[in-house]
């Protein structure tokens, strides 16, 4: 157990709707991750955030957002929801951007 | 697209065998890490290996770092049955933030 939770463990949207993720960071742990792992293929990094600051951002169009509370936890959303954003959302927690990253177990997002 | 290459793609091994497992990857890092994931779970961390040391062992796995030629090698020694996972490297840069991963090794540990 990392010690990173994540809500829901399934979730089943249709097209165009919003979804929302959530994710608890390890205690101690000022940085979260975010990445998207299609099926057979590796995780991809969605954006990150550190002290509350969106701190780099990949490949990922800006329908994809992020938040950081104050107690380090974090939300990623997805608007407009499209058939290619069915996968496993992974969040991670690291005590700062160059340390270890830690998984919670994901959220599995079907979009039908 | 992404950084790391991990070769090979599938290793089917006996239980009882070693298994090495290789990454390659294309720009300078900070350091580089495995993780192991069980069908569709959450990644495990297994060990981070730093740009400036050569190689690191924790309990049966023993991981290299060759900054000359971009490559690390896994290595997990005794294999057992519930080794069986995708096994995946992922590099960071020098700036941080973002982890690189490959598409991961499928190892398959027959009892």
């Known amino acids: 157990e990392t010690g990173v939770t994540q809500s829901p463990t399934h979730l089943i949207k249709t097209r165009g709707q919003q979804v929302t993720l959530r994710c608890s960071s390890q205690?101690?742990?000022?940085?979260v991750s975010w990445y998207q792992q299609a099926l057979g293929q590796g995780p991809q990094f969605i954006f990150q955030?550190?002290?509350?600051?969106?701190?780099g951002r990949g490949n990922f169009p800006p329908r994809f957002s992020g938040l950081q509370f104050p107690n380090y936890s974090s939300e990623l959303n997805v608007n407009a929801l499209e058939l290619d954003d069915s996968a496993l959302y992974l969040c991670?927690?690291?005590?700062?951007?160059?340390?270890?990253?830690?998984f919670g177990p994901g959220t599995r997002l079907t979009v039908l | 697209s992404q950084q790391g290459e991990e070769d090979p793609q599938a290793l089917s091994i006996q239980e009882g065998e070693n298994a090495t497992m290789n990454c390659s990857y294309k720009?300078?890092?900070?350091?580089l890490q495995w993780y192991r994931q069980n069908s569709g779970r959450g990644l495990v961390h297994l060990i981070l290996?730093?740009?400036?040391?050569r190689e690191k062992h924790s309990g049966r796995l023993r991981v290299t770092l060759d900054t000359s030629k971009k490559s690390s090698s896994l290595l997990i020694t005794a294999s057992r049955a519930a080794d069986t996972a995708s096994y995946f490297c992922?590099?960071?840069?020098?700036?941080?933030?973002?982890?690189?991963f490959g598409e991961g090794t499928q190892l398959t540990v027959n009892p």
């Open positions: 991670a927690s690291s005590r700062t951007s160059l340390n270890e990253q830690f």
């Open positions: 205690s101690g742990h000022n940085t």
């Open positions: 955030y550190y002290r509350e600051e969106e701190n």
């Open positions: 720009t300078s890092i900070n350091n």
């Open positions: 290996i730093r740009s400036n040391e």
């Open positions: 992922a590099t960071s840069g020098t700036s941080g933030s973002r982890l690189t």
